[in-house]
């Protein structure tokens, strides 16, 4: 059973400052890494995807990838009250068969409060 | 780009009947679209995984001839909740991945189902 954890949270920052999200993942051979945003009651939003180990920078959000320890984790910096959102880690392999199926952490709560 | 849309956003609906929600990528093809479901303040669901032309693959305790899918085209896939219950009221979000760029999917905005 593959797994991704995420810690629940609420984790709570002052706007302006960096968010970390941190996300671990069980299977060794994983190749695709997704964080996507969740605001109540909406859908899920694709933020960033990263598929080789290091640091990816789009505007003040920045994925890191270490595979050796099987984490990722996604900072944003300057918060912002509007990025106060459940944000989900999705982790892809290559499935039996050939097809790639994504698995979801449970989502950590982001509070940013002004 | 990478739009997906739902219709309908939200449906009520009484115990016993049957509810479709389709699924349509509007800027690009989509050879695989999911299907999730997602309970209040809880994690997605995986529920299958609909590839065009072939049939759905569901995942561990998803009832397939209760959750029927069809993904007849590369810009469709509809998923029919047959004989609903009121423990099948869920939100239920579909995705797409685009056939001709990279891993990454694309979610629609949702469909809210109600059954009394």
């Known amino acids: 059973q593959k797994e991704v954890e995420q810690n629940s949270g609420p984790l709570s920052v002052p706007e302006g400052a960096i968010a970390s999200l941190n996300c671990t993942y069980s299977?060794?051979?994983?190749?695709?890494f997704f964080w996507y945003r969740q605001y109540s009651g909406k859908s899920p939003e694709l933020i960033m995807s990263i598929y080789s180990n290091g640091d990816k920078e789009d505007g003040r959000f920045t994925a890191q990838l270490n595979k050796a320890s099987q984490y990722v984790s996604l900072l944003i910096r300057d918060s912002q009250p509007s990025d106060s959102a459940t944000y989900l880690c999705a982790v892809e392999g290559i499935e039996s068969g050939g097809s790639y199926i994504p698995t979801f952490g449970r989502g950590t709560s982001l509070i940013v409060h002004p | 780009g990478a739009v997906v849309s739902q219709h309908p956003s939200r449906v009520i609906c009484k115990s016993g009947t049957s509810v479709k929600i389709e699924c349509r990528s509007l800027?690009?093809?989509?050879?695989?679209m999911f299907w999730y479901r997602q309970f209040p303040k809880q994690s997605l669901m995986l529920m299958a995984t609909?590839?065009?032309?072939?049939?759905?693959?569901?995942e561990q305790g998803v009832e397939k001839d209760k959750f029927l899918i069809n993904h007849a085209s590369l810009t469709l896939s509809t998923l029919t909740v047959t004989s609903a219950h009121p423990e099948d009221s869920s939100f239920y979000i579909c995705?797409?991945?685009?056939?001709?760029?990279?891993?990454?999917?694309?979610f629609g905005p949702g469909t809210r189902l109600t059954v009394t």
């Open positions: 299977d060794r051979v994983s190749q695709s």
């Open positions: 995705s797409a991945r685009n056939s001709g760029g990279s891993y990454e999917q694309y």
């Open positions: 609909s590839n065009e032309g072939s049939k759905a693959t569901y």
């Open positions: 800027d690009f093809q989509a050879t695989t």
